[in-house]
């Protein structure tokens, strides 16, 4: 697998390199021959493959998740954010989790179909369904693809209960369905924010809206009726967790009504992207911030245990929690949303499409 970041310019991207996938065999790298020859570099751009799921719910068993299935319409997430823990799931199909995976994106146009069956069959049973938990559901290919907007009809039609997360404003465009959703208590959406540091947004997740354009959306939403929760994820140790009360602050004033946080994670190929990045960009904080994340993980830089992987522990860890119980407290932030309903589910009879044939 070639090296993109030697043969292409990397703007807009927040992986600095491409090393191959950990189950991929073999690696290329590029060498100076001697005849090097100075000429404009083409721009990386984005591709777009399709691909049929034979199923879409995706269900787990993680004592430390509020839900327990999740649906993913993309696979890659062209936002870019260096630090995304989906990274990895890449690799699984054979490429990179550094810039593949924001440039080599899969769609499942098919999606909404097949979320029609599932949720029609006669052993399926209801709960809250989470979209946005491995790639975000709002990223720019999902403007022309409208896959999220027709899974939503699907779950409005039925009455299911969904939780959405997403950084993306292209979630405006579905306000007529969450709106008519939330009047029946069958939708909350959280909205990511890392940073209300602009220059340090683009750096990181490059093409995400800005931290500005995220409160604009969580305003439209709550204006709307629709519940939000405002997210200080993922915060990085002495780079953005400095911003923890700041952001929920701002995102009270917005209308959001919970608010959560999540400490930075770096399983597998992120940690190596994360610390390119912060060799990068933040040279003179890169061994505090790595020493911290050690810190809070029994001098690892990642610990994937139940309960801890997503805040950490010890003293660093606590103070971090500390401040974030205490900022909801003042402000009058909720941790947690009412239940959805899930009493108002119907299963949806065959395909309307065939229907509508008769």
Known sequence: ??????????????????????????????????????????????????????????????????????????????????????????????????????????????????????????????????????????????????????????????????????????????????????TRGLVRVGISVTTLDARLSRLMEPRAPAPNRRMQVIRRLSEAGIPVRVMASPMIPALSDPELEAILATGYDAGARTASWIMLRLPREVSPLVQEWLAQHYPDRAGRIMARLREMHGGKEYDARWHTRMCGEGPYAEMVAQRFEVAVKRLGLSKSAPAMRCDLFRKAVGDQRQLALF
């Not at 090296?3 to 600095?16: A, H, P």
């Not at 020859?37 to 998740?65: A, F, G």
């Not at 052993?123 to 989470?130: D, E, L, Q, S, T």
Request: hydrophobic share 30%.
């Open 1 to 182: 697998m070639d090296d993109e970041s030697t043969r292409f310019q990397l703007r807009g991207r927040g992986s600095e390199s491409n090393h191959a996938g950990r189950f991929e065999q073999h690696t290329r790298v590029a060498v100076n021959d001697g005849w090097a020859r100075e000429e404009t570099l083409p721009v990386l751009r984005t591709l777009t493959s399709e691909e049929t799921p034979r199923s879409l719910i995706s269900y787990n068993r993680s004592p430390d998740l509020p839900f327990d299935r999740s649906i993913n319409p993309y696979r890659g997430c062209e936002h870019g954010c260096v630090y995304c823990f989906a990274r990895p799931s890449h690799a699984y199909l054979g490429l990179s989790s550094g810039l593949d995976f924001e440039t080599r994106l899969v769609a499942r146009p098919e999606a909404p179909e097949v979320l029609r069956r599932e949720v029609a069959a006669k052993k399926y049973k209801v709960a809250p369904i989470a979209i946005g938990t491995n790639t975000d559901p709002y990223q720019p290919i999902e403007k022309n693809y409208k896959i999220v907007r027709r899974c939503l009809q699907v779950l409005s039609e039925v009455g299911h209960p969904v939780a959405i997360v997403t950084k993306g404003s292209l979630i405006e465009r579905d306000i007529d369905i969450l709106r008519d959703m939330a």
